[in-house]
Each structure stands twice: as C-alpha cells, then as structure tokens.
C-alpha cells in the first residue's frame, strides 16, 4: 500500500490509472473484432477450404511416396 503525501501524488496515479483503464479498453475492442473476423463465414469457409487442400496435398505426396497416384483403400 502506498502512503501519499501530497493530493498531487494521488492526482498524478489517478491519471495513470485512468490511462491505463483508456488502454485496456482499447485492447479489449482491437481482440472483439479479431474474434468477429475470426468467425466470420467468409473466415471458416476459407478455413475449411484450406484444410481440405492441405490434406488433399499430402494424400497425394503420400500415393507418391507409396508408388500409386491413387490410396487403394478398398482393395481386397
């Protein structure tokens, strides 16, 4: 706990405060509209679309790896 010796002292902390209450605000509203784009139906369907196409390319380094362009899942 701090002791004040002067209402100057206070006035000068409550400044502080009150600036670092105005940052801590805006940080708040800079991360709620990085969640609004993260969940944005352009930004899942984007999402999915490159996770499809990443795994879409390793399927296929792997059928390459194996000797076929083509995983024979169901050969009996």
């Not at 930004?43 to 083509?70: D, E, H, P, Q, R």
Request: without cysteine.
């Amino acid at each position: 706990m701090r002791i004040y010796s002067t209402y100057d002292d206070i006035d000068h902390d409550l400044k502080i405060l009150k600036l670092q209450t105005e940052i801590d605000k805006e940080k708040m509203k800079i991360n709620v509209e990085e969640i609004k784009e993260d969940i944005s139906p352009v930004s899942i369907i984007s999402g999915i679309v490159s996770s499809i196409a990443k795994k879409a390319f390793i399927l296929k380094a792997v059928g390459k790896i194996l000797g076929s362009s083509k995983p024979n899942v169901l050969k009996r």
